[in-house]
């Protein structure tokens, strides 16, 4: 029997599709998951291995800056090496949105804020991006917003976001072009999630999720991860990109954790272990960092729980695919809900992971072992 599909919290909104090269975006595409390479985009070896290692870590899309000529001179062997889409990333100058189309990229980002001119040469940019079948997104950020708009509102409010926006969509739409995606970004969790109920309401437009310059690593995944459940859990959002003061990889990771863990993307490795406390006899964070890092790089979807004591241990360790209730200096191994064996607590870990491997090398490799992503850890 075929597994049943996973429930998530609200069925996804119904959105237009368009194709980012070969990733569709929007119907009833997997939400996609995004990061922007931080090499100068002029030296090409580098952004090219930088790609590479976000392609391998679960990345669907890529986005490159493209501030001056040099980066759009780059753009033609960029765009034809990468393993994954290339959206190009264009502030100020609108010639570099033609650049970027004859380059080859498979996307423009473009930021109606602070492109000069920009509503002047929307027919054209149009006409370009149909004719060479590529696609658009129209980038609204809080920090660069339309000074019509900010004189308007006073400072960038949901709405104001949301007007610059359908504005923007607009001027394409008279021009008979749909192939666009929008994004209205801020750094203010809730005032982002507004934006975003607001503007899933005038349109059936794709949406790219991100809470724009959400801070360093620790910050910025619990703004990113607030923001994105808020508005995954209502089915709002067809593509995201975690924004974090960090190596663009681990935007990736802290992606593909937030899909997984709202069902929203196949769940791989799953590590559950408790938070510790007064009852636990074991040194639980030791034993779930060691357990996690022997398993890095496990693609099959393996429950795993690393637990501390007999109150919720035994329970948790029956209902993964394999786990340990520890206590008394050692550890009881579950497999599939039986207890095989018990070790003494220096060898939980080791029996852990040969257990672990021997569980996965009898389970079908998944479909896209490059989607897995790292370990999900949860702590009970």
């Known amino acids: 029997m075929p597994t049943p599909p996973a429930p998530t919290l609200a069925p996804r909104r119904k959105t237009r599709q368009i194709q980012v090269g070969k990733v569709a975006v929007g119907g009833d595409a997997p939400i996609s998951i995004q990061s922007m390479t931080t090499t100068p985009t002029t030296d090409i070896n580098a952004t090219l291995q930088q790609i590479a290692e976000l392609t391998a870590s679960g990345c669907d899309i890529v986005r490159v800056a493209v501030p001056t000529i040099d980066d759009a001179d780059a753009l033609p062997a960029i765009a034809t090496k990468s393993q994954i889409p290339v959206i190009a990333d264009i502030h100020f100058q609108p010639k570099y949105v033609f650049a970027a189309i004859d380059a080859g990229c498979a ?52 709405e104001a976001l949301v007007e610059s926006a359908v504005w923007e969509a607009s001027l394409f739409e008279e021009h008979g072009f749909h192939d666009f995606k929008i994004s209205v970004k801020h750094n203010d969790p809730v005032v982002m999630v507004r934006a975003y109920e607001l503007l899933s309401q005038r349109g059936d437009w794709p949406l790219h999720l991100g809470v724009t310059e959400a801070g360093p690593a620790f910050q910025g995944t619990i703004k990113s991860a607030t923001a994105f459940g808020a508005l995954l859990s209502q089915g709002i959002g067809d593509t995201i990109r975690v924004s974090l003061s960090a190596p663009p990889v681990e935007e990736v990771k802290v992606g593909t954790q937030i899909l997984q863990a709202l069902n929203l993307r196949p769940r791989k490795l799953e590590i559950v272990s408790c938070p510790s406390c007064g009852r636990a006899q074991v040194d639980v964070y030791t034993l779930a960092e060691k357990v996690t890092a022997g398993l890095e790089g496990m693609t099959v979807p393996l429950r795993v729980a690393v637990m501390g004591c007999v109150v919720n241990g035994p329970g948790e360790a029956r209902e993964a695919d394999l786990g340990v209730a520890s206590g008394n200096g050692k550890g009881q191994i579950f497999v599939k809900g039986e207890v095989i064996k018990t070790v003494p607590e220096s060898m939980i870990v080791e029996t852990l992971i040969e257990e672990a491997m021997r569980i996965a090398e009898s389970m079908p490799a998944p479909e896209n072992d490059a989607q897995a992503g790292a370990p999900v850890v949860s702590v009970g």
């Open 107 to 158: 996307a423009v980002r473009v930021n109606p804020g602070n492109i000069r001119k920009f509503d002047d040469q929307v027919k054209e940019i149009a006409k370009a991006a149909s004719d060479a079948g590529v696609s658009l997104r129209i980038g609204v950020n809080a920090g660069s917003l339309d000074k019509r708009l900010l004189e308007k509102y006073g400072k960038p409010t949901a």
